[in-house]
């Protein structure tokens, strides 16, 4: 908690200034000193608080009253907020799956028009900055852009369909089930540390001749390394793989560059890139000229990939 309280002390301090702001500051610390976090924040009474994050943005002062809807379904330390600045129809006219796709893409990748819904984690056990609405005067709300009216126009309207929105809810914060990784290039996380054996092995490889790296008999532990070697030397020594390892390095680029494997870039996701990428240029003649480079070598490797086939 120290270690919390010493960098927002130094804040206040390099203000140089006691007003309404220092007043807040003083209420959260002394909050976060007596109680724990949790118990300042009403999910039953879904009573609106003022949160202070980074998350926010500085046009609004990094801080947006916002109203706790529900618990998180998994991460017990996790209440879910909603930024009450937004109207709360989102939630109602869209099902989870949709919320759930626009609350995980990034800003610049929605499509223009599109909104994300106000929805933030607050953790209980990381120190949130947060305090009661009544620090709030007037003149803050203004420089804040919060509307009072708004705000309290949009509680209600969670308030009345929260039984449906907190089932909303629980399906969007709901673990994520993903594709197991098997390939070797990716599991960086997956599969454990590589144990001191394999380690060694690994370092000899380094001092191994190219040409002999085939036949030293390598004994791994770990099942991931007899396929990250052939990809070694596949990529840096290609001289050395003999018929049968070209037209098996050759089929796994194919299934890469023309199917998108594993979520690599295909061709096809090249091409529209490019696209993109021309458009922004415009009339830059040497963006232009750099990205016809980038489009002849696609096309050369596009030609041997394909002609191997």
Known sequence: MADAHCPLARAENCSGK???????????????????????????????????????????????????????????????????????ALLLDHSAKTLAERLYTASEDLPEGVERPALK???????????????????????????????????QRLLDARKEIQKKLGKIFEPREFEPVTDPDLMIYAGGFFDDKDKALMERVHQVPPDQLNGQGWNFNDGRLPEMLFRYRARNYPETLDPEEQARWLQHCRARLLEGESGHLSFTGFREELEQLRTQAGDDVSRLSLLNEVEAFGHELGRFVQGSA
């Open 18 to 88: 006691r007003s309404r702001s220092s007043t807040i500051f003083s209420i959260t610390v002394r909050r976060q000193q007596e109680v724990p976090c949790s118990s300042n924040i009403d999910l039953q009474g879904m009573t609106p608080i003022l949160h202070t994050s980074g998350m926010y943005g500085s046009d609004h002062g990094n801080t947006r009253m916002v109203v706790p809807v529900a618990a998180h379904p998994v991460n017990k330390n996790s209440i879910i907020v909603f930024d009450l600045s937004q109207d709360p």
């Open 121 to 155: 984690q607050l953790l209980v056990n990381k120190c949130p900055v947060i305090a009661p609405t009544s620090t709030l005067t007037g003149e803050a709300a203004r420089r804040l852009n919060i509307d009072f009216m708004a705000c309290r126009q949009n509680r």
